[in-house]
């Protein structure tokens, strides 16, 4: 069975700068997604890995139809 493709909202911070910004990722796991999360924050902020420290968990939404809506209790 395959696991459905749900979209996980970060929160994540660039230490150098001190910038707060969110990111949004596709996956079908809450563990892929934060990884995946962590690899295009740094590279959308053209820095490397140690400089990004990964926040909460801020939301995840499921497709219903060409939209995405957020799951309410998928993020407990």
């Avoid at 999360?37 to 590279?43: G, N, Q, R, S, V």
């Avoid at 939209?67 to 998928?74: L, S």
């Amino acid at each position: 069975m395959d696991n459905e493709i749900l979209r996980y909202t970060f929160a994540y911070k660039v230490i150098s700068t001190g910038n707060e910004e969110q990111i949004s990722v596709f996956a079908d796991s809450k563990e892929k997604a934060s990884e995946l999360a962590l690899e295009t924050a740094y590279d959308y902020e053209f820095t490397s890995k140690e400089d990004i420290e990964m926040g909460e968990l801020l939301s995840i939404s499921k497709a219903v139809g060409d939209n995405y809506v957020e799951c309410a209790g998928c993020a407990s």
